[in-house]
């Protein structure tokens, strides 16, 4: 059997940081040895906010890359492929766009959100309008059953989730359906195919789902019936008609335990970051320059741990007895500050050293990075071209 699929993307708009890492990245390294994974760079998504200065996902796209490869994603056990590449992806959302009605895009919560947070760009526009479908379209292609995202993105999978069963009940009948259901339900013995029809006309009048259920199994074991029979059999028992889509289900990432510098949310625009691979030097400069207890003005004056972003990074880096010695220490006056950031530098340095390692050999080696992307790339073309075809068939644009 096959493994099941996940996918997940991120826009190459900044270079990845520390929160990015315990927010994302970390979780996506869990996940390639436990299923087939296919992440990818969104530069197309990026372009719906940066449409105006493109250069700066150019800039980012393999520093994207490169940043993944340092946090342990291998490219032997996940593919790792470029949106831009693969116009298979425009495709599927043009033609996914002829049946979404405008309102389902207008009250996905990020579209307002972002317009007014990002209120010095203009995003009235038709591609930053269809941004959630354009993440459908990059989730059905690959038939995923799980996309691993923040609370911020579950909407967008809620979206693709009905943009899936949309497409399965416009386009899900085959034209000549009743003939090749005849034909299935022909396979197998008379009494057999009577007895099924008994069971769906009971389901599908009194909702019976023990009817199903046993019609369902049956066929899951009739030797007479390939699958694609079984397939054309089900969706006309449940009466859905053929999955040419398939629903994904959200894998919700926790939230990020690690904030930024001053407590507030970890982001490059609020400058209160550390990059993923920020050079030693600058990471404890920026540990030593962390705001702390307000209330800890002079070396004597008591602290409260919980009233001090230091004590946040504690809960990521530190060990139980170092989080018992800084509680002491602050509620006492015991030690001071900068002593108090020294294990959290040591331990950010800790968990940097072997991605800064990882990541020197494709900088060293850029074709390297070229490379992994060329053959993710590949990979994902294969099956994208895979799923088109059986999009463009069951719409009837074979001619
Ligand atoms: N919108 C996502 C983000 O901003 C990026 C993204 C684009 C994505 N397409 C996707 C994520 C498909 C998951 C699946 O983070
Ligand atoms: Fe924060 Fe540590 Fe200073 Fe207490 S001692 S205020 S926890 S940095």
Redesign the pocket.
């Known amino acids: 059997m096959s493994k099941e699929r996940v996918?997940?993307?991120?826009?190459p708009t900044g270079a990845l940081h520390l929160g990015h890492y315990h927010g994302a990245l970390k979780n996506w390294v869990r996940l390639q040895s436990e299923m087939e994974c296919f992440y990818f760079v969104?530069d197309w998504?990026a372009l719906t906010t940066h449409y105006e200065d493109a250069s700066v996902i150019e800039q980012h796209v393999y520093e994207m890359v490169i940043d993944w490869l340092a946090a342990g994603l291998d490219p032997a056990q996940c593919t790792i492929f470029l949106q831009s590449r693969l116009p298979e992806h425009a495709e599927l959302f043009t033609l996914l766009a002829m049946g979404t009605p405008i309102g389902w895009l207008e009250r996905v919560p990020t579209y307002k959100d972002q317009q007014e947070k990002l209120n010095d760009k203009d995003l009235s526009t038709y591609g930053f309008l269809g941004y959630p479908l354009l993440?459908a379209a990059?989730?059905l292609i690959y038939k995923a059953n799980y996309?691993p995202?923040g609370e911020d993105?579950a909407s967008?999978v809620e979206l693709t989730r009905e943009a899936a069963r949309r497409f399965n009940h416009l386009y899900g009948r085959e034209r000549d359906a009743q003939q090749r259901i005849a034909a299935s339900l022909a396979k197998l013995p008379r009494d057999s195919a009577k007895r099924l029809e008994k069971s769906r006309k009971q389901y599908q009048e009194t909702g019976d789902a023990k009817a199903l259920e046993g019609a369902l199994a049956y066929m899951a074991q009739a030797p007479e019936l390939d699958p694609d029979d079984r397939e054309r059999l089900s969706g006309h028992f449940k009466g859905t008609g053929r999955t040419v889509l398939i629903e994904p289900q959200v894998l919700l990432t926790p939230t990020s335990r690690l904030p930024g510098l001053d407590g507030a949310k970890m982001s490059k625009s609020y400058n209160n970051a550390i990059a993923l691979r920020e050079d030693a030097d600058s990471v404890a400069q920026k540990v030593k320059r962390m705001p702390t207890d307000p209330a800890r003005i002079k070396r004597t004056d008591v602290g409260d741990p919980l009233k001090c972003p230091v004590w946040q990074f504690h809960q990521v880096y530190s060990d139980e007895p170092t989080r018992a010695w800084v509680t002491q220490g602050c509620t006492t006056a015991g030690i001071g500050c900068l002593a108090c950031k020294q294990p959290v530098i040591d331990g950010i340095l800790a968990e940097q050293q072997p991605m800064r390692e990882r990541a020197q050999a494709y900088l060293d080696h850029p074709q390297l990075v070229r490379d992994i992307v060329d053959a993710g790339t590949q990979r994902a073309r294969t099956a994208a071209q895979q799923t088109m075809r059986e999009v463009r068939e069951a719409i009837g644009l074979n001619y």
């Open positions: 996918l997940s993307g991120m826009r969104a998504h993440q990059d989730i996309v995202v993105q967008h």
